[in-house]
């Protein structure tokens, strides 16, 4: 994969980004109904999201976790920091009184069915975003996939009409099957989507280099789930990420999956806002799980 030089001291990851006036990296430039809505979407004093990820009926259809969005995610609500979901969700099943501010999926095309998903186009208005009071937009961004040039102009777009609009972009950094997750290409993937104009970018954890990911991407970074893990490692791997530099998580599997939803949300709460170590937040997983 091509980049200009070698690993080395270059991305002082020790070094965080200055963010004069305003407490996320690279918004504090943003106009005021950006910075606000960015402000209700990560808490201002840990400077982190816990983002509740449940989106993807968009191309799944009902997972599992997800049959019944209504009992098993509506009382979830009160303990996450802002909801990852679709507007179809968001119309049908999420009360209107919630105050919680939504972050609405904004790509969509292919289901599982097809083998090539990067096959997306923009799937909502940024019109109807305004409409719901959406506190973001996100989409996928399939950078190295066989629909990567379009992956990127549906983001460029989302983001030239949420410039207009004042809703932020998470660009996603959707990974095909076969495709190589690590450092190099992550930093490759966050810092395309950043320097097209997200606002903020969910990726994946890797072990290695993590930290040269969030360094090198110019916007907040929130840690995408990925699938089922056991409690503890999926603690673990929010615990790390959070400690290299990301601004928070944006999980879904790994929380709606869990034996103890509920549990598992206060756990991963505990280690993102409060800088818990992953066997304390365990500890306190199955303390509430077994009280609960
Ligand atoms: C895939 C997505 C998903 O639709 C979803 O948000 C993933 O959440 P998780 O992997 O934590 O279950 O954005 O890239």
Redesign the pocket.
Known sequence: MPEADKEGQRYQADKPQQAPGFFLKGAHQLDWGMKNRLARTFNAQSGRTVML?V??G?FQGPTSGLERIDLSIVPLLPQCDAL?CTRGILRSLIPADCAKPMVLRASGGPSILREELSDEQIAMDMDDAVRLNAAGVGI?VFIGGEHETRSIHNMTKLVDAGLRAGIPVMG?T?VGKNMVRDAQYFRLACRIIAELGAQYV?TYYVDKDFETVTASCPVPIVM???KKLPELDALTMAYNAVQQGAAGV?????IFQSEAPKAMLAAVNAVVHQNMKPKDAFALFNDLKSNG
Do not use: E, L, P, S
Request: hydrophobic letters at 35%; a neutral charge.
């Open positions: 990820a989106d993807h968009y990852f996928q996603v959707a969910k995408a789930g990925g944006d999980m879904g599997r790994n």
